[in-house]
């Protein structure tokens, strides 16, 4: 019986012919090799049986930021229950049979609290959603650092955060801690890849984006006062909110402007391998492009449509007066354990998340001035709910999956702001939304400040109405077929090196190869 679908007869990780043909593509400082042909290369290298080396490779799943890898794997590297870690061997019987779904990651999220352990000795806590969420300290290494309070203090706190890393980070070359290299091949970390930004604007995005999370939080208040150990809200340059905030940036002459992004995820891994002929060229590393592969529930020309789970979120960029370096910060439910505002410091990866480049979707209108301040609301709005969700439900990950992805977080954001969203698969489960909805009745019952003056009922009608009206693409047919194609393609890259986005973007034939 033959299997009905696109990816029946082809790597969705394939790379396609057309790559390199552009400048932007950039494939002096980072030539590409694809996942399989790396994996079939460290695996000759090794010498060992393809078994023996797979059980390698999984090895390191006790860790939770692995488990991506049970979908990335090709077919025919597809793992057998045998190597996987206990906790993990239903996961992954249920992933190694085919490819993910939209209905697959709702149920999957819907009962992550079973699959994933209650305490995991390898993730230590730093504290639940809303602790994450209103901290006045950020982490550098195992050293809390309170927030700043001012823009000279965020600067000054940056470099010196900067200056005492350096030596560190230059060591370390963005490895993870616990991540092997398998012998002379495959090696989990993206080596020869550089950062856009130096260490010191990275700093600036970090510490900004906690700011923006404190601020968020003054409006969850509590009948001693605002949220947690705090006898007063949190002041920064002199303000209270991010709407606030945004607003006095704006004032004094800085450039603010946020876009819906959406990127082809990696889950934070990044893979290369050895490329010795090239050494001498000034490419002496092989860039392996990762990506998870699904299956949509959308056909065209009598194919089940596949894609690669994207990565989305609200990007915000903040450029000073002087039109020196940018402040890059995105908003999404991240698997960080909280909802809310984080700083944009991945490697630079020209294949992935170039913003300029077209490897970055970024569909609908740039998103400024009012417009802006009302997503600013929106944002404190969400974490405040979600957040609160997660804490009082004891949800693992601060409820990613079962209060949405980052793709649902963004969607219902724009979802509320524009009255539409361009993002697919939207997942959010019709329970998760009604236990959203009745969160938020019972913080706006006991002091939450959702919005200022008369943006209040605004922000709260928004919000109800994208809880009601965001699509659902867990199953789709009918009238809701276009539409979610649609959505579809609007967040897939325009330019990618994968075969498999190129098809959906109508450059290459839909029919596999025989």
Known sequence: MTKQGSGSNHDPLSISEAWGHQADDQIEEAALISFEAALDTSWLRRGISRE????????????????????????????A????PDHLRGLGAVLEGGLISPLMLAALADDLQHLIPATEATQPSRGDALQRWS?????AGETPHLLPSSLEAWRRQAKQLSDSAREENNSS????????????????????????????????????????????????????????????????????????????????????????????????????????PKAEAGSAWNQVPLGVAYRTGLLRQGQELEALLPHCSFELELIPPDGTACTLLQYYQ????????????????????????????????????????????????????????????????????????????????????????HLFPLTLG??????????????????LNPGIGTDREDCVGRYQNA???????????????AP???????????????????????????TPPA
Request: charged letters at 20%; glycine letters at 10%.
């Open 135 to 139: 901290a006045l300290t950020i982490q």
């Open 334 to 421: 991240g698997t960080e354990g909280l909802n809310g505002w984080a700083a944009m410091n991945d490697l630079h990866r020209p294949w992935q998340n170039d913003r300029d480049n077209g490897t970055v979707a970024y569909p609908g209108q740039a998103i400024r001035a009012e417009q802006l301040l009302l997503a600013l609301d929106l944002c404190d709005l969400m974490a405040a709910v979600h957040n609160t969700t997660a804490c009082r439900g004891h949800l693992h990950s601060g409820g990613y999956g079962a209060l949405g992805f980052c793709i649902d977080s963004t969607a219902l954001l724009e979802q509320a702001l524009t009255g539409r969203s």
């Open 173 to 276: 070359s963005n490895a993870r801690s616990g991540l092997r290299s398998l012998g002379a091949g495959l090696v989990w970390r993206n080596h020869g890849l550089k950062h856009r930004q130096t260490g010191e604007s990275r700093w600036c995005n970090t510490l900004l984006a906690q700011v923006l999370n404190a601020l968020g939080a003054n409006r969850l208040l509590t009948s001693n006062g605002c949220y947690g150990s705090r006898s007063a809200p949190f002041t920064f340059e002199g303000t209270t909110s991010p709407r606030e905030l945004i607003a006095r940036l704006s004032d004094r002459g800085w450039t603010c402007g946020a876009r819906i992004r959406a990127s082809v995820a990696s889950f934070g891994m990044g893979a290369s391998c050895p490329n010795a």
């Open 430 to 447: 019709g329970i998760w939304r009604e236990r959203l909805n009745e969160q938020l009745d019972q913080l706006l019952q006991h002091g």
């Open 484 to 510: 979610a194609l649609s959505r579809l393609v609007a967040s897939q890259p325009r330019h990618s090196p994968f075969d498999l986005v190129r098809r959906l973007n109508g450059e290459e034939s839909l």
């Open 467 to 481: 809880l009601r009206a965001l699509p659902s693409d867990l199953i789709l047919q009918g009238d809701a077929c």
């Open 52 to 79: 023996a080396f797979l059980s390698e490779l999984l090895r390191d799943l006790h860790q939770r930021h692995l488990i991506p890898l049970l979908a990335i794997l090709p077919r025919k590297w597809r793992h």
């Open 81 to 84: 229950s045998a190597v996987l």
